[in-house]
């Protein structure tokens, strides 16, 4: 019988589970990676393309298991290695995802003991620890008694399920063909979609016109309703956005709110990326109104330094999920809740769940609520001393000012044309990203290609702003050079 430090070679039989010698190997290897990765510094790059032959050795399954450090470092060194860095500190484009390391370690451990979080009596540790961060997020935001939700995979599914509720809520089912939803056209794409999956059709969605700073307008969107209305249609929701993904932009969540309780329209508001301000005191204040939501989505792998798939849905009465989600089988029976809180399998779409809320969990623990605030407020300087460092470069425009971590800004120097400048700033975003120093993104504003630095890592500098401003303008220049 083979000890279990003896691994097999190629071509051997393998048992379900490596011997503990070869684990211990494993997972030390994957703690020093972790480690260097935790440290990688400015030399690092943001991005990395795979030179051509690394990707196909990955498609080779072997009949045969092979060595697990030799599979490992494939794993590492092939497949894991290329790609944009979104937890590098000059990743800018996009929303970032600067994981904490404290995540990382939640994340793993949550692996580890791959815990069903669906039932309380399958994870009754896992099911506390995501009821109490529920609570803590709750009370942040400045939900009151009667309020919850759970984690979800992020904000796609948070929409999808908080536009079930309204879609259950505020609509019989002969009404459904005729109801409306209203969002505006910087709305978040997954709303739209969330819409499509949940049976509605693109036609039942109204956007509704912005301000100059786009924001939805309230009067506009009154005007929809009473329009809508005397055509017949049956308005039962609006998704307004708490920080929207383009520019940062706010809704005016207490004017919306406003209208949508004399209206009886259901209140979603999309806060995947914007919500996590809520920690920051300093900065609360722009989210008034957000506590007036029916149901909110937040990610914690956006803002709050989480690894991916670790979103949250949250609901002003909670006691209304399960009128969309709650199921019963008798295979269930033996997992079901025995005290007055209904498992989570019954609050939302999901039945076998990850424990995602534990690496929130031990990130909140080591940093604290304050630590996680004062983190958020960084980015928020950040883009600011971007906005500073763009209106210092003869030749730059700022589009949409630092707003909530969030600056869009383009070249368009006297003499260029508006289509030669949006040629311009593509390319030089895509040069600095080929370079692999910052990543910065487009987007399109007013209807001109725009650069657009989200800033949210903790761990970025000023100098690292000022550096990639400095770095986009020589490129810019000698792009547009004649
Ligand atoms: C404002 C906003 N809402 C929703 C989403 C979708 O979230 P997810 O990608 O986690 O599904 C995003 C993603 O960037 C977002 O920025």
Same mark, same amino acid.
């Given at each position: 019988m083979r000890a279990d430090f003896s691994p097999p070679g190629r071509g051997e039989e393998r048992r379900h589970t490596p011997g503990s010698s070869e684990l211990a190997v494993a997972f030390r290897r994957l703690g020093d990676l972790a480690v260097a990765h935790a440290a990688?510094?400015?030399?690092?790059?943001?991005f990395r393309r795979a030179p051509?032959?690394?990707?196909?050795?990955?498609?080779d399954i072997p009949d045969h298991g092979r060595p697990l450090d030799e599979a490992l470092e494939t794993l590492l060194?092939? !497949?894991?290695?290329?790609?944009?860095?979104?937890?590098?500190?000059?990743?800018?484009?996009?929303?970032p995802s600067p994981a904490s390391p404290l995540s990382w370690l939640g994340d793993l451990a949550a692996s580890i003991h791959?815990?069903?979080?669906?039932s309380e009596l399958q994870s009754e540790g896992a099911t506390a620890v995501e009821r109490g961060l529920i609570r803590f997020l709750c009370d942040a935001v400045g939900y009151g008694a009667g309020s919850g939700g759970l984690f979800v995979s992020g904000g796609s599914m948070a929409n999808l399920a908080g536009l079930c509720l309204a879609r259950d809520r505020r609509l019989t089912r002969d009404e459904r063909p005729r109801g409306v939803v209203y969002l505006t056209r910087?709305?978040?794409?997954s709303v739209a979609k969330a819409l499509r999956v949940i049976?509605?059709?693109?036609?039942?969605i109204r956007m509704i016109a912005t301000d100059d700073a786009l924001r939805m307008e309230p009067a506009a969107l009154a005007e929809a309703v009473a329009e809508d209305r005397a055509n017949g249609a049956r308005p039962f929701a609006v998704a307004a956005?708490?920080?929207?993904?383009?520019?940062g932009a706010i809704d005016p969540l207490a004017e919306i709110a406003d209208i949508c309780e004399s209206e009886d329209l259901w209140l979603h508001v999309?806060?995947?990326?914007?919500?996590?301000?809520?920690?920051?005191p300093a900065h609360r204040?722009?989210?008034?109104?957000?506590?007036?939501?029916?149901s909110l989505s937040w990610d914690a792998?956006?803002?709050?330094? %989480?690894?991916?798939g670790c979103g949250v849905l949250l609901a002003?009465? !909670?006691? %209304?999920l399960p009128g969309s989600f709650a199921l019963t089988s008798d295979y269930l029976r033996d997992g079901a !809740?025995?005290?007055?809180e209904p498992n989570f399998w019954d609050l939302g779409?999901?039945?076998?769940?990850?424990?995602?809320a534990a690496r929130l969990w031990l990130t909140l623990q080591v940093m604290g609520r304050s630590g996680v605030g004062r983190a958020i407020a960084r980015g928020i300087s950040l883009a600011e001393a971007a906005e500073r460092a763009v209106r210092g470069t003869p030749g730059w425009r700022i589009v949409?000012?630092?707003q909530l971590a969030i600056l869009v800004f383009r070249y368009a120097p006297?003499?260029?044309?508006d289509e030669a400048a949006d040629a311009v700033n593509a390319a030089a975003a895509r040069r600095l990203m080929e370079d692999g120093f910052a990543v910065v993104g487009t987007t399109r504003v007013g209807g001109r290609l725009c650069l657009r630095m989200c800033a949210i890592?903790?761990?970025?500098t000023d100098e690292d702003m000022e550096e990639t401003v400095a770095r986009l303008d020589a490129l810019a220049r000698e792009i547009a050079a004649p």
């Open positions: 990688r510094g400015t030399g690092a790059p943001a051509a032959d690394a990707l196909g050795r990955l498609c060194s092939d !497949a894991m290695a290329y790609g944009m860095d979104t937890g590098h500190r000059r990743f800018f484009a996009f929303i791959n815990r069903h979080a669906g910087e709305t978040h794409a049976g509605f059709f693109d036609d039942q956005s708490a920080g929207t993904t383009n520019t999309d806060g995947a990326y914007g919500a996590s301000v809520a920690l920051s204040a722009c989210l008034t109104g957000i506590e007036r939501a029916d792998h956006k803002w709050l330094f %989480q690894t991916y002003r009465d !909670a006691g %209304q !809740a025995e005290g007055v779409p999901e039945l076998t769940r990850p424990d995602r949409s000012p630092a006297e003499g260029l044309s890592h903790p761990d970025a």
